[in-house]
């Protein structure tokens, strides 16, 4: 069983708070209030959470994990395609890549039998890969969004010499998707040496040996890896068109 | 008077930014278009390769309506060179075999003879196009469009960034390349005198309309409109 940490022990976290607010009252940062609303709504968030999982995770393993599922992929689809505002169905296509993202991962950890079925490994596993695709689609909309007007010229270019919207669009797409993975190249390079990821943190914690923790461990970062670099090379592939006519001319975008 | 072959002939064309439109192109001759800034000289220009198209009127392309060409090899026909260079991310040949390659022509050798005709050493081929001065880029981005064998070339303030020098070579390019290896040229230019230098007839846009048109020692040394007089005045 995992060590607990008791109410008392808990109580004593505000001196954590109280740091931050003393120094916002000496250097007048006039921060104080909402360091304390924001660790409020966080604490409070988080035991929220904490009773909504011991629930799901109480019921049957298709419908908690369905549930858990289905409001983590309409958030992050929410929250994803406010960075693509003016650009055609960014919702619902958004919400689409990310659906494609989790039934992949998923066929892959249950297919090899990297974890089972059941809400306490998947909804966390799954939690993780929605988040970080989420974080790398807003991006991708963005880069996307700023190469279209600050390579306008370049598309032009590509256009005016014979290119199809499909092939002008590959100078800017090939730097979109690529940004989007270098994070996670230079992250896999470091991982475990200066800080052990959160998730191996989490099971040591929990008890589990480190030799176990770390097999979980690799099992998410190349599964974020992976959709991280998924995402944004489906957002751009089937975004790019949305930047252009039926006559292959290139389009003014709303500004957002 | 000969009669000079008609390439491009443009018609009663309406668009967002350009009014009452007809002009026509003809074989060997090179036209300089000036006028103020935004009196729709860029996009008249964008018009005639379907960067970007009319509301109603028509062009016509060998005698066929542009629309009916496919788009691809309408834009390889009408080549067109920008003002800021807007060349890719890369070396120079990844620039120069962009256009080919998209039609399956690119050949190693075609790299060599675009330098050969921008007056630039071979060994540019591998450089990086951000090492090159703001010149070169712009004679890459020459040799670019060049590299897709256009029929007419369409010239977007292309020398406005450069020096003497630079501009000096690339007229003198420009007119080698007319009749020999681009059919027609239409040009923008902001600087009268190079539109007296190059151009064979110069049109004057104001306002959206071409508002005169002949010959460019008539146009610019006998101008009939008082918005003409003005403007070759400043
Ligand atoms: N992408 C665009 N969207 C909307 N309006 C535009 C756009 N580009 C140009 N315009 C407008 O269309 C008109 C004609 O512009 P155009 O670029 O053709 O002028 P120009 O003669 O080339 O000017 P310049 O000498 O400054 O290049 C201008 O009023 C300009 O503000
Ligand atoms: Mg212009």
Do not use: C
Request: no cysteine; glycine share 6%.
């Amino acid at each position: 069983m995992a060590p607990e940490i008791s109410n008392v022990s808990m109580f004593f976290l505000v001196f954590f708070v109280l740091i931050p607010v003393s120094l916002s009252y000496f250097y007048a940062l006039g921060l104080s209030k909402s360091i304390f609303w924001s660790s409020f709504r966080g604490v409070t968030q988080l035991f929220l959470i904490g009773y909504v999982l011991t629930y799901l995770f109480s019921l049957e393993p298709l419908t908690g994990i369905s549930i858990m599922l289905t409001v983590m992929i309409v958030v992050a689809a929410l929250h994803a395609s406010k960075k693509g505002q003016g650009i055609p169905f960014v919702r619902s296509i958004t919400f689409l890549v990310i659906v494609l993202i989790e039934i992949f991962v998923l066929v892959m950890w249950l297919g090899f039998d990297m974890i089972s079925f059941q809400p306490d490994q998947v909804i966390p596993m799954s939690g993780m890969v929605i988040g970080n695709s989420m974080v790398a689609i807003g991006l991708a909309l963005e880069r996307m969004k700023s190469e279209f007007k600050e390579g306008k010229g370049k598309i032009i270019a590509a256009l005016a010499l014979g290119a199809k919207p499909e092939q002008a669009s590959k100078i800017l797409v090939r730097k979109i998707v690529k940004a989007s993975m270098i994070p996670n190249v230079d992250g896999l390079k470091t991982i475990g040496l200066v800080q052990l990821p959160g998730m191996m943190t989490g099971l040591i914690l929990g008890g589990v040996a480190p030799i176990e923790a770390i097999r979980y461990q690799i099992v998410i970062s190349l599964s974020i890896f992976a959709s991280v670099s998924l995402s944004a090379m489906l957002v751009t592939v089937i975004f790019y068109r949305f930047f252009f006519n039926k006559n292959q001319q290139m389009i003014q975008m709303k500004e957002s | 008077m000969s009669i000079e072959k008609v390439i491009l002939e443009a018609k009663n064309i309406q668009s967002d930014r350009l009014k009452n439109i007809n002009f026509t192109l003809h074989e060997g001759e090179i036209i300089t278009l000036i006028g103020p800034s935004g009196a729709g000289k860029s996009s008249l220009l964008m018009l005639l390769n379907r960067l970007e198209d009319p509301n109603e009127g028509t062009i016509h392309y060998l005698g066929k309506d542009i629309n009916e060409y496919p788009l691809e090899q309408l834009r390889k026909r009408i080549g067109m060179v920008f003002q800021s260079s807007s060349l890719f991310e890369g070396s120079v040949e990844d620039n120069l075999k962009f256009g080919p390659s998209l039609f399956d022509e690119w050949k190693p050798e075609r790299g060599k003879e675009l330098l050969e005709v921008v007056q630039l050493p071979k060994e540019y081929l591998d450089k990086n196009v951000e090492e090159l001065s703001g010149g070169e880029q712009q004679r890459i981005a020459f040799a670019r469009t060049l590299a897709n064998k256009p029929e007419i070339l369409l010239l977007d303030e292309v020398t406005s960034a450069l020096d003497v020098k630079n501009v000096e070579l690339i007229e003198r390019f420009l007119k080698e390349i007319v009749p020999n290896q681009v059919k027609a040229m239409m040009m923008v230019t902001h600087d009268i005198e190079q539109a007296k230098r190059l151009g064979n007839r110069t049109f004057f846009m104001n306002n959206e309309e071409i508002v005169e048109q002949g010959r460019t020692s008539q146009v610019l040394e006998a101008p009939k409109t008082n918005t003409l007089q003005a403007f070759l005045k400043e």
